[in-house]
């Protein structure tokens, strides 16, 4: 699937782990999906609005929290009635393997497609993570970390499935963008080639 730009012989799906959370960032799971969005959303337009910090944020949450839970149960127990009807918190294997798998799987290709760059075996790589490092830079430089973080998850639940349905479109535009770019390149090579032997002829 794809083109050869990319050189891919899996699927989306299976590059993001095959499971949960390639099925949410996929919208395989819209509900669930729609969700995150939302709460996100609310989320960050509450900072934004309020001032307050992720982590004063979370520990008033969690203050206010459980000190209602602990005093309800106390309050239960010393009049005879039900505890609060707490869920059982347990975190399924199932749910760490997919996670794990995902996680060992980015970072395997991202070590792959490092040392690919740092040896100079994959030039198409290389003006891939440029113009990645490039993009972030600009948008890092505008934005506050708060916004970033926002338009990460956006991005990372919008892009694969757009990428997913119109994978061999992308490619083809990317490899044109890529011929165009190495094409430059070329050019100004020769151009610096020329320049430095006209100044040895001249010298």
Known sequence: MGSSFFKKQRTVHQILGGGFVADVMLWRRRDLTWGILIVTLAAWMMFEISGYT????????FLLLFTILFLWAKSAAILNRAPPPLP????????????????HNVINTS??????????RDSKAFVRLV?????ISVIGSLASFLILTYISLVLVLTVPPVYER????????AGMAYTKMQHLYTRIHQLHISSIIHKRKIN
């Open 88 to 103: 059982h918190l347990h975190l399924s294997q199932e749910s760490v393997n997919e996670a794990s798998t995902l996680i």
């Open 166 to 173: 119109y994978e061999l479109q992308i490619d083809d535009y």
């Open 111 to 120: 070590l792959s497609i490092s040392e690919d760059i740092a040896l100079g």
């Open 54 to 61: 992720l982590l004063s944020f979370t520990s008033n949450v």
């Open 131 to 135: 113009l990645v490092l490039v993009t």
